[in-house]
Nanobody
Framework: QVHLVESGGGLVQAGGSLRLSCAAS????????MSWYRQAPGKQRELVAV???????NYSDSVKGRFTISRDNAKNTVYLQMSSLKPEDTAVYYC????????WGQGTRVTVSS
């Protein structure tokens, strides 16, 4: 059974930093492209960052230069280091494995106060 468990969210002031983690189980983690998405209140879920099995990274324009995605295949975990946080980064953050359709974790809430 596939599980994706996000953690690391919280309340932080604007300009602060947080590191999110997503632990995966039930999949061959190393061959999956892993992604972070977020969903702000009243908005659609949006793609934030992607890291391929080979380590290639891509970011949405809204987080480029502030967020860094990384992965540890030995720990079956993908991370999202978030810096220079803005109130508009407030959302529930989810990770996704590209070879697993329709499976989402419970998400981790990030709230950035101004």
């Amino acid at each position: 059974q596939v599980h994706l468990v996000e953690s690391g969210g919280g309340l932080v002031q604007a300009g602060g930093s947080l590191r999110l983690s997503c632990a995966a189980s039930g999949i061959i983690f190393s061959i999956n492209t892993m992604s972070w998405y977020r969903q702000a209140p009243g908005k659609q879920r949006e793609l934030v960052a992607v890291i391929t099995a080979g380590g290639t990274r891509n970011y949405s324009d809204s987080v480029k230069g502030r967020f860094t995605i990384s992965r540890d295949n030995a720990k079956n975990t993908v991370y999202l280091q978030m810096s220079s946080l803005k109130p508009e980064d407030t959302a529930v953050y989810y990770c996704k494995a590209d070879r697993v359709a329709g499976i989402w974790g419970q998400g981790t809430r990030v709230t950035v106060s101004s």
